[in-house]
């Protein structure tokens, strides 16, 4: 790897970090269902939510997710 592509990377690692505290969001919900637990997790960040990391975690349920 060539210095300068060492320099882009840690450069976007550094402006990733700063539109990480510039921002941030997390939500979370957890909902009993009758196959068991399902949660949602959101994490958005970055200028009006730009970033948004969606997880969604179910225990011998099958899940449907719909994003608009």
Avoid at 31 to 52: D, T
């Amino acid at each position: 790897m060539t210095r300068s592509t060492k320099r882009l990377i840690v450069g976007g690692l550094v402006l990733l970090g700063f539109l990480a505290m510039l921002n941030p969001g997390y939500s979370s919900a957890t909902v009993a269902g009758p196959n068991g637990v399902v949660r949602s997790e959101r994490f958005s960040f970055g200028p009006a939510g730009l970033f948004v990391y969606t997880r969604v975690v179910a225990d011998d349920s099958t899940v449907q997710i719909e994003h608009r």
